[in-house]
Structure formats: structure tokens, C-alpha cells
């Protein structure tokens, strides 16, 4: 029995989502898809996938690896060579067309949001390069933009501080759903910061202007930039090794955020020593509010940021995570988001 094409359209964005962002070719829905050409010899399944992964528009524009476009079109033609269905040109022309590009040490991810907009991130190849983890998205990054898109009311027109921004995939998608008043991406590795940039820019946020840096340990200048009626969108400089409290209230924050940075005791301790820095209390008088998401890789590691916050009195609490699952990342992988609280409660409080 040939499938619908209702049922042919809806595994081809399951195949979109996973493509477009990236991930391991074994995490495909391949199966269905198997069992969808074995009840038929009709290609249209194969060719709907196509259309939404290699050929469509944005991967054209942004596209994911060469080596992974070249894989992932070669999984399809094996696919497709076991059905007994007409032969597809589009898959081959695509699969020649892409044997035929040169590969680079960059590629684009892509992730499609609720309202149907997409962020698109370029990241390098390489999990390590220039000597930082920081130029991939990470899992707790997706996770946190996730938790975000459900909560948009804890961003919505507050000024929103982000440590160890990386790629920007978490401040621009709070930046395009959830409509906060300021969003400050902070890093402090210079490559890093360029490419985070440029992906801002990707994403339609246009560079404004040059502004003066704050000066002292934040070093060079910062960018502003801004997107047409939307937040005021600032990439900074950020040192933990060398930041004041002085420097830190200057971004008048509402809500901090971090994913992904509690992964080294050494930085765990550094981070917790710029918490330590921040104000109590953002300039409406109201505390602060803290977010941090990690992917518990070790145990002890995390153990490790859970004792370091009570051993300098913050505060800590689990937040659920988010419900839905619009990104594509592992499922298995165990996250974790805390609310931090800085404030000690008053003794003679109720």
C-alpha cells in the first residue's frame, strides 16, 4: 500500500530537523523510511526528503558539511537502490553535485523554530579548533533555548546576560521568540566572538554602530548591534578571570544566562567567582535571575559546581526542563538547568 502523502510529508520533516541541525546520520528516521518504500514502488517519499534536507532553500544558503551531505545522500541512494521505484535524477544530480564541492573546515546548522523562522548557526568541523570547544553548539545550548521558548515571560522586555555565548544559538533564538528588551552575548575567546558575531548578523541583526568598550579588564570595543523593532543586541568581551563588580552592573541585567560551561573544575571555580561578582538585585531593585544548563558528562564534575556555589552561599534550585522537543540533539543525554538564587533570605524575614 503506497503511502499518503500526508504521511510521506510528515517524515520528511523529521528528516528535515535532523539534517538541517546536523545530527549523526544513525539518529535518521531511516526505518520509517525503509518501511514506507517497502510497501510501495513509488519514489515521491524519497524525493519529499530531498526536497526538505539537500534541496531545499535553506540548506542551499546555509549549508551543513560537505562530508555530511555527501553521507546522508548516499544513505538515501542505497535506500532508494533497494526499492524497486523508477530511478530518481534529483537524488543523483544532487549526489553528483556535492561529490563535486570542495570541503571546508566550516558548516552551517539549522534549527526551525515553532513559528516556522529558523536559526542558523555556522560552526566549525572541528569539535576543538583555535584552541577552544566554543565554535560548536552544544546540547545544553539547545536544551536552555528550548526551556526558553516555553517560558518567554522570564525574558520578555528584560535585559538579558549571557556567559560563554559561543555560537549564539541560545540569545538568538530567545532574541527572535521571546522578545527581550537587551540581549549581551559575552565570550572571551577572539574567535569565538567573531564568528558569534557573524552569526548574529546571519540571522538578521545588523551591525549599527561601533560603541566604546567599558574599559579596564573588558578590553576592546564592543559591537552594537540591532535588529529592525526588536531588542538592542550587544556582543561583549567578557574576562572571568578579571572582571569587576563595577563592570558587571554596567550591563544592568535582569536574567543571566549560561549553557554548557560547567565542565572543568577550573571553570567551574572561575564562574562561580564572577556570580559572585554580580549584583544582588537589577536596577528595579528585584533579584536577579540565574540559569545555568549543563550536560552532567561527570558526575563529579558537577557535584563539584553544586558544592562550590554552597561553599560561597548561593543558593540553588532544579528547574524543570522543557516539555516539548522542537531541536534536534541527543534525548538520552542527561541536562540539568539551575536557578540560582544570590540573596540570602533576611533573618527576620517570615
Known amino acids: 500500500m503506497a503511502a499518503s502523502a500526508a504521511e510521506a510529508a510528515r517524515l520528511a ?21 525503509e518501511q514506507m518504500l517497502s510497501d510501495s514502488k513509488d519514489s515521491s ?36 537502490e533497494r526499492t524497486a521505484a523508477e530511478p530518481l535524477d534529483e537524488l543523483y544530480e544532487a549526489l553528483g553535485s556535492v561529490f563535486n564541492t570542495e570541503a571546508s573546515t566550516h558548516c552551517h546548522k539549522s534549527y526551525i523554530l515553532p513559528s516556522g ?3 542558523t548557526v ?26 526558553a521558548l516555553e517560558h518567554p515571560l522570564v525574558f520578555t522586555d528584560r535585559k538579558i546576560l549571557e556567559f560563554g555565548s559561543g555560537t549564539g544559538l541560545t540569545g538568538i533564538t530567545i532574541c527572535k521568540s521571546c522578545l527581550p528588551r537587551a540581549y549581551t552575548f559575552s565570550d572571551h575567546h577572539r574567535g569565538v566572538l567573531e564568528e558569534l558575531s557573524e552569526n548574529i548578523r546571519l540571522n538578521g541583526f545588523l551591525v549599527q554602530s561601533e560603541q566604546p568598550g567599558l574599559g579596564g579588564t573588558m578590553g576592546r ?25 563595577e563592570h558587571l552592573a ?35 531593585g528585584l533579584p536577579l535571575e540565574i540559569f545555568v544548563a549543563s550536560t ?20 540553588w534550585e ?18 540539568i538547568i539551575l536557578k540560582l538564587h544570590l540573596q540570602h533570605p533576611s533573618p527576620n524575614s517570615d
Open 13 to 33: 520533516r523529521r528528516f528535515q530537523r535532523g539534517f538541517l541541525a546536523g545530527r549523526r546520520l544513525a539518529e535518521l528516521p531511516w526505518e520509517d523510511l
Open 122 to 147: 555556522r560552526e566549525n568541523v572541528a569539535v576543538i579548533s583555535q584552541g577552544t570547544t566554543g565554535l560548536v553548539t552544544w546540547d545544553a545550548g539547545l536544551y536552555l533555548a528550548e526551556w
Open 296 to 315: 552532567c558528562r561527570n558526575p563529579d564534575t558537577y557535584c563539584h559546581f553544586q558544592r562550590t556555589l554552597e561553599h560561597v552561599g548561593i543558593r
Open 45 to 80: 517519499p524519497l524525493l519529499a526528503i530531498l526536497q526538505k534536507t539537500v534541496l531545499h532553500p535553506l540548506c542551499l544558503k546555509y549549508p551543513p558539511s560537505v562530508k555530511y551531505r555527501r553521507r546522508f545522500l548516499s544513505e538515501l541512494v542505497q535506500k532508494h
Open 117 to 119: 523562522d529558523a536559526v
Open 250 to 284: 554596567r550591563f544592568q541585567a535582569d536574567v543571566i544566562l549560561a549553557a554548557d560551561v560547567v565542565y572543568d573544575p577550573d571553570l567551574t571555580e572561575s564562574l562561580v567567582a564572577v556570580l559572585q561578582k554580580l549584583p544582588d538585585c537589577n536596577s528595579d
Open 221 to 245: 570595543d564592543h559591537e552594537k548591534l540591532v535588529e529592525s523593532q526588536g531588542p538592542l543586541v550587544t556582543v561583549a568581551e567578557l574576562d572571568w578571570e578579571s572582571v569587576t563588580k
Open 318 to 335: 532544579d528547574v524543570p526542563g522543557p516539555q516539548n522537543n522542537f531541536f534536534s540533539y541527543d534525548q538520552n543525554t542527561k541536562i
